[in-house]
């Protein structure tokens, strides 16, 4: 028979021991009475819930910390062009404004990237949805002489994967070092069907990256990377929203295509992609971060065109909250605009308040979200912010079909920020993601009539409308938002 008294010191005792976690980890009152609840009410399935889901932070081993600390050490020595490109916006030359209009930006989202710079002498490009990124990846990587380093969120199990690892496995061949990194929770299906087995056995070097693993002490399997990134021959790098999968794809769509954006980046730039990368693969591999750091990956970067960029990582193992802070810097430096498009929009609290604020001091705000979302409680939870926006002068527009994954951040005609984070709680503290703030007014006028065209192809969404939908339908939105913390 069942000890059920034991039973009930045993969860007592759990109980205590999350609680003190929760306290201690859980800044907001919403999310900690959220956690206590389902860890009282739940016994043992609610810690494993709480383990599984409301862990929000990354705890690294010894030798982990050990290894990013050399990682971080030799950082300088792989920018061989550092002191004659990095931008420093903390002591800025005189008529330093008037030469880098978004000097402004920079200098507040600075504080929140560091030891990330803004580098000179970039070229970055635009690429519109799968038909656009997937045939520029593919030439790149068909060019290769030494390196290709691809990481993804969803690798998936259809013909654009098929046709993407046929020609990593003719490069590895070839003798040009491939890494492919996929994470296991969006790339489930092939990686139940080993499907990468095939370009293991070629030569292609192929890890999955996991933050769920019971043998090593890891539950969380809420924390996610999310990040696309692409580095070829340490000088082309791609980074963006698309994964790898059909849907991406109008020629192997089943109807159109899902509407994102990726980026080509050549430049200086590319060695903190790579180095993210890099990050990334040895925490998946444990390969020597020697053999990681060697110059062929880092090559001297030269100029490449007239664009300011700076790499923003975030994820739960970074001090901080690397991108919410730099996401929340652009917004209160916006002086006259801000436009943004995002798939999810579930943000902090100080995200939503200086949207608010920034439209009631003026500025021209403008929200392009998916009208209908793939995820149905996302899109209800980010309608129960609505209205305060609404109220403040933020203009909301909802894109129609198809589908709109894209990420973008416009402020002022001057600065763009891209990349795979999404304006939600998700992106901003439990997923590793990767974003690029641009200014370039080429590249950012390209982003903004992408923008635009979102919007010709959105319904706006009026005040007096969206107070009258139905009480039943308030309520849901309102419940669904309860649990912004996992969304």
């Not at 001090?319 to 902090?348: C, M, N, Q």
């Not at 003026?362 to 939870?381: D, E, I, M, T």
Request: charged share 25%.
């Amino acid at each position: 028979m069942f000890d059920y008294k034991l039973l009930s010191i045993g969860h007592a005792v759990l109980g205590v021991v999350l609680t003190l976690d929760i306290l201690l980890t859980k800044h907001r009152p919403v999310s900690s009475v959220l956690w206590l609840a389902i860890v009282w009410a739940f016994p043992y399935l609610g810690a494993l819930v709480y383990l599984s889901f409301g862990v929000d932070r990354v705890r690294r081993g010894a030798g982990e910390r050990e290894a990013a600390k050399a990682l971080v050490a030799q950082r300088a020595s792989l920018h061989p062009t550092f002191e004659r490109l990095a931008v420093d916006y903390s002591y800025p030359l005189p008529g330093e404004d008037s030469t880098y209009p978004a000097a402004h930006i920079f200098r507040a989202t600075d504080p929140a990237v560091r030891p990330n710079r803004v580098f000179r002498g970039n070229r970055v490009e635009l690429l519109v949805d799968g038909d656009q990124f997937y045939p520029a990846l593919l030439e790149a990587i068909a060019a290769a002489r030494s390196s290709v380093h691809l990481q993804t969120f969803i690798y998936g199990r259809d013909r654009i994967g098929g046709e993407l690892l046929d020609l990593l496995i003719e490069r590895a061949r070839s003798g040009v070092k491939c890494r492919l990194l996929y994470d296991r929770f969006g790339s489930t299906y092939a990686y139940l069907a080993r499907f990468f087995k095939r370009a293991s056995e070629a030569g292609v070097q192929v890890r999955s990256i996991t933050q769920a693993n019971p043998l090593k002490g890891r539950f969380q399997i809420n924390l996610r990377n999310h990040r696309k990134i692409a580095v070829v021959d340490g000088r082309i790098g791609f980074v963006g929203g698309i994964n790898i999968q059909d849907k991406n794809f109008s020629t192997y769509a089943d109807g159109e295509a899902i509407r994102d954006y990726h980026v080509t980046l050549r430049g200086p730039a590319v060695s903190d992609l790579q180095f993210q990368f890099v990050e990334d693969w040895h925490f998946a591999s444990r390969e020597p971060p020697e053999r990681l750091l060697e110059p062929v990956y880092f090559p001297d970067q030269e100029y490449a065109g007239d664009a300011l960029v700076q790499v923003v990582p975030g994820g739960p193992d970074l001090k901080g909250h690397g991108l919410s802070d730099a996401f929340f810097g652009a917004i209160v430096a916006a002086e006259r605009s801000i436009s943004i498009a995002t798939a999810y929009f579930v943000p902090d609290e100080p995200i939503v308040q200086g949207l608010r604020y920034a439209a009631l001091r003026g500025v021209s705000v403008r929200l392009v979200l998916p009208k209908k979302s793939n995820h149905w409680y996302a899109g209800f939870a980010a309608r129960s912010l609505y209205a305060p926006l609404l109220k403040a002068g933020v203009r909301i527009f909802e894109r129609k079909a198809p589908f709109m994954h894209a990420k973008a951040l416009v402020v002022d005609g001057v600065y763009a920020m891209v990349g795979s984070a999404n304006l939600d709680y998700r992106s901003m503290h439990l997923n590793f993601e990767t974003n690029l703030e641009v200014a370039d007014s080429e590249f950012v006028t390209k982003i903004s009539e992408q923008v635009e065209t979102e919007i010709g192809h959105s319904d706006e969404v009026r005040l007096a409308e969206h107070q009258a939908r139905s009480l039943p339908r308030r309520l849901a939105e309102n419940f669904c938002y309860l649990f912004q913390p996992m969304l």
